[in-house]
């Protein structure tokens, strides 16, 4: 499997790097089409998209870097490589977040529905953000075999792509990215219900992704540690209690859009 779709000279285009680009567009097209159904103001939303992408891309690398410094602190220089990958999503969540609610409160706009617009084109970014990992043949689960992989009716591409150095594994980015899916498409349903509440779109996203990752971070082999305990399940956790917090806060309030 080769990272690289083409090289110009000193600079390599890498499979990563346009999976990224390609989530951001496709989310960012997603948040303007949803702004305008809200009756969102878009010189607003398009300048804290612009931030915000730069700000989750820094979340995302600092949270990983930190959390695996002793890779990182031979050579720090490697920190800013982010085209190998190395970018946690929790971290980017993190920052985003951050940033959103100092945006808003700023700017005078609503939190809660602007965190529901975001939710939807973040779920949808991390489907096709995850397949960087396939061609950077990361983030991969344990040891299997070839027929494991093929009666869970895997694609023969992706069963060709988890061969690494003569040895099968499960294609962890792939049940996340499917899953991710999937949510994706829930939350679009869960959009058109009238008596959802603002704030539940991102409340459900919270819940179903945590619990997603808790489970698939059981099978990786290259998660992030903190005491012995894998990160990624601990803020998994953190996430589902805060969206069902976020969520009966947000039915309590009544607050109809």
Known sequence: MNPVIFSLGFIQI????????????????????????LKLPLSKITDMCFYLV???????????????FEEYSKN????????????????????????????????HLPL????????????????????????NQEAFGPQTTYITLKNLHIPKFIINGMY?????YHPTFFYESLSCLIIFITLIVFQKFKFRKTGQIASIYLILYGIVRFF??????????????????????L???????LFIFSYIRRSHD
């Not at 730069?54 to 695996?68: E, K, S």
């Open 14 to 37: 890498r499979w990563y790097a346009v999976l990224m680009l390609l989530a951001f567009v496709i989310g960012y097209l997603l948040i303007i089409k949803n702004s305008k159904n």
């Open 216 to 237: 698939i971070e059981s099978l990786r082999q290259d998660s992030l540690m903190f005491l012995n305990f894998k990160v990624a399940q601990i803020v998994s956790i």
């Open 164 to 168: 690494i150095n003569h040895t099968y």
């Open 239 to 245: 996430m589902i209690l805060i969206g069902l917090s």
């Open 112 to 135: 809660l529905k602007i965190l529901d617009v975001m939710s939807i084109s973040l779920v949808l970014g991390q489907a096709i953000g995850r397949w960087g990992n396939f061609f």
């Open 76 to 107: 720090l220089l490697d920190i800013f490589k982010i085209w190998e990958g190395g970018l946690a999503i929790h971290g980017g969540i993190i920052a985003g977040v951050i940033f959103i609610i100092f945006y808003t409160k700023k700017n």
């Open 54 to 68: 730069i700000i989750c891309i820094i979340g995302a690398r600092l949270y990983y870097c930190v959390f695996n």
